[in-house]
């Protein structure tokens, strides 16, 4: 089975900057992805990382270690509309391809 | 590109009503997703196409569910007869394949409500 974990609920001020783990155990890995989903709306593709380090988009980051099934997402300066679900999602194997296996989501709730 | 298209944007129907659910890809993708997004249980893949054809279907839940996609630009998921326990939002997402760093793009969901 694919297990990948992540916290509820997190919140946070204007301004600050915050973490979101997700640890992850499953049958096989090909990369991680990050999305956010702003509440009534699809998910939205945030970053991929497929080995280990750090990705660097803006105010986002994300880090994965490969050898721990350990990724964060950073986000730094945040805003309220930063406020929203992310989802960390594994790409693990099926049918002969690799295809994302998502957690259940962080909420984060920005507030003033 | 409009991105992936899902029609109804929201669906109310009692129990034991046939439900179907409709996707529009984006054009060029030949992989395409149905999941189901509940609180208790988050993002669940239901069932993924390659080039139109059926490749994991062991998310669907029962013999109640089907999905079709009979062309590059349509598929269908459909729930017979409909349960209570079926209400969630339904996402149909598409990329341009499966191969290393290619993600999912998704329609903006339907929200099903049985009652």
Known sequence: ?112 | DAGVIQSPRHEVTEMGQEVTLRCKPISGHNSLFWYRQTMMRGLELLIYFNNNVPIDDSGMPEDRFSAKMPNASFSTLKIQPSEPRDSAVYFCASSPGTGIGTEAFFGQGTRLTVV
């Open chain 1, 1 to 112: 089975g694919q297990n990948i974990d992540q916290p509820t609920e997190m919140t946070a001020t204007e301004g600050a900057i915050v973490q979101i783990n997700c640890t992850y155990q499953t049958s096989g890995f090909n990369g991680l992805f990050w999305y956010q989903q702003h509440a009534g709306e699809a998910p939205t593709f945030l970053s991929y990382n497929v080995l280990d380090g750090l990705e660097e988009k803006g105010r986002f980051s994300s880090f994965l270690s490969r050898s721990k099934g350990y990724s964060y997402l950073l986000l730094k300066e945040l805003q309220m509309k930063d406020s929203a679900s992310y989802l960390c999602a594994v790409r693990t194997p099926s049918g002969g391809s690799y295809i994302p296996t998502f957690g259940r989501g962080t909420s984060l709730i920005v507030h003033p």
